[in-house]
């Protein structure tokens, strides 16, 4: 109204000028990202157009950021995040259950065990609110189970992702016991003991005369049959499996895993509290090692093979790690721990695993594994004295070591695993492709820019991809290399896993 001269802000150079050949600004903060967002596209693209604004005349600085968008929204990384965001939401529909079944509400939890898996599992119930009843062996094991929830908490506390009274908060929410009995009143019980199947028998049986009519029984198995544990109950229809990942505080996945008699009140109320306490769940069916660790298995599998044809831990690694993994199997077993579900006193020295624990060495635990860790960076360095004992154990297995090339690798670690998918899918073990790509974005840290393995399939050509597996089956053989008739057929086809759906 006063006819001002009106500044465009295109023409303002005064804040831009103070960064103006300072080029450190953008290569400190690339560095500070770096691995948050490494295999990312867009953020270091959101870097450059910021640049641009910075050095280039304005309509150029336009141009670029132009030009970049074009290219990110038509390629491979937009669409495949594009799709999985709706895989997510997919993965909540389940086509056999109404809308309107009811749930059970679940007002308290009681978890089994205070392991490595029940103190996270009890801590995501603790975080939305929810008082949980945590049940140990003995007095030792609780306090020390508890323990490390506290820790845990602090540790949040002092880096501020949760306010400083949240920690006693949630710790009252938490009532230690080592009487099953206090899980009477409890809505749902989740057990997350051994990985033993006569020991969850028992439990369940046990839990059976404790538990209130219509709670849900869970366990938290690995890769358990769900229907056996559920035969061990007078009801069946209660029993389901809740698969957290490792740590349970964190790994966003849940599979939820259906049994034959579990009730559509018990998948819905097991779905809906996924939701409540933060997780990404999928149902998945009864088979051994379910989606995730199913397919997994298949990659191990082949990984040990190559590592006796003469490829090495750390080769091996950094095909996955380059793909967009975190961290490569070797890796994985080593911060795991080399020896879970290993004994000296039955090891036979029948796979690598099983030679490296018999050498003493038991991952990043003890600073040697398949790599050796320096002792205060916890870097690891690839160890001549492994490279030695797997080609001495390919020697005695009669395996002839040769170059094995990247691609290979890339293959023989990801094709079986497609391969796998395909055959869930078949079963029905999985409702629709998309989940799978759920399970093991949220679960294994499969790289979201690469959709999960059914998309990751589809864009390669899954033509292809069978053609291959075919050619692997004949040089290589194993039941896992034998094509899936479904992936053959939408290979033929020209159809796709992702969208396929039971
Ligand atoms: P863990 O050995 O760390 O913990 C098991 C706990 O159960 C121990 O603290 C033990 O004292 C307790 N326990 C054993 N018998 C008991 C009983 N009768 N009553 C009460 N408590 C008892 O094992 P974990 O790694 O936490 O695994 C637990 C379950 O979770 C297993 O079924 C495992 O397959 C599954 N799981 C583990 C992981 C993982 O990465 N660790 C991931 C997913 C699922």
């Keep these: 109204a006063e006819s001002l001269p009106l500044a465009k802000v295109r023409d303002r150079a005064d804040k831009v000028a103070e960064v103006k050949d300072h080029p450190e600004i953008f290569s400190d903060f690339r560095a500070e990202i770096a691995r948050r967002t490494r295999g990312f596209l867009a953020p270091e693209y959101n870097i450059r157009c910021i640049e641009a604004a910075v050095e280039l005349p304005f309509e150029e600085g336009l141009d670029v950021e132009r030009r970049l968008f074009t290219e990110l929204m038509n390629g491979p990384q937009s669409a495949a995040q594009r799709y999985y965001f709706f895989a997510e939401r997919a993965a909540n529909k389940i086509p056999d259950i109404p809308k309107d079944t009811p749930l059970v509400d679940i007002q308290k939890c009681g978890v089994l065990g205070a392991g ?81 199947m006569e020991l969850k028998k028992s439990i369940f049986g046990e839990l059976d005369t404790i538990c209130k009519p219509g709670a849900v029984l869970a366990s938290n198995t690995s890769a358990l049959d769900v229907n056996e544990i559920a035969a061990s109950t007078s009801r069946p229809e209660s029993v389901i499996g809740m698969h957290f990942f490792s740590p349970a505080n964190v790994m966003k996945l849940l599979e939820v895993v259906r049994g034959d008699k579990s009730s559509d009140t018990v998948v819905a109320t097991a779905m809906a509290i996924a939701k409540k306490i933060n997780k990404v769940a999928a149902l998945v069916g009864v088979c051994n090692g379910f989606v995730g660790n199913r397919m997994l298995f298949m990659r191990g599998a082949e990984a040990e093979k190559m590592l006796l044809e003469g490829a090495t831990p750390a080769q091996i690694d950094s095909v996955l790690y380059d793909f967009g993994f975190p961290m490569g199997p070797f890796s994985m077993s080593d911060l795991a721990g080399l020896d879970i579900g290993w004994k000296e006193e039955t090891s036979s020295g029948s796979t690598v695993r099983e030679i490296l624990c018999e050498s003493g060495r038991r991952g990043q635990k003890n600073g040697r594994g398949y790599y050796t860790y320096d002792a205060e960076t916890r870097a690891a360095t690839p160890d001549p004295e492994v490279e030695a004992l797997i080609k001495a154990f390919a020697v005695g297995k009669g395996v002839e070591q040769r170059e094995v090339s990247d691609q290979e690798i890339l293959e023989r670690l990801l094709y079986p695993m497609i391969n796998e998918g395909a055959k869930i899918l078949d079963e029905g073990i999985a409702i629709r492709g998309s989940d799978i790509d759920v399970v093991w974005v949220n679960g294994y840290g499969w790289p979201v820019y690469r959709g999960g393995p059914m998309h990751w399939a589809d864009s390669v050509g899954l033509a292809e991809i069978a053609a291959k597996i075919n050619r692997y089956a004949q040089s290589l053989g194993g039941k896992h290399w034998e094509i899936s008739p479904l992936l053959a057929r939408l290979a033929d086809e020209g159809g796709r896993l992702q969208t396929f759906s039971n």
Excluded: Q
């Design 116 to 196: 490595t898996m029940g103190g996270g599992i009890a801590m995501n119930f603790a975080n939305v609110g929810i008082p949980v009843t945590i049940v140990e062996r003995d007095e030792t094991a609780l306090e020390r189970g508890l323990g490390v929830v506290r820790k845990n908490y602090e540790r949040s506390a002092s880096r501020g992702s949760i306010p400083p009274d949240a920690v006693e908060e949630r710790m009252g929410l938490i009532t230690g016991s080592t009487d099953k009995a206090d899980f009477a009143d409890c809505d749902m019980v989740i057990e997350a003991v051994f990985e033993d």
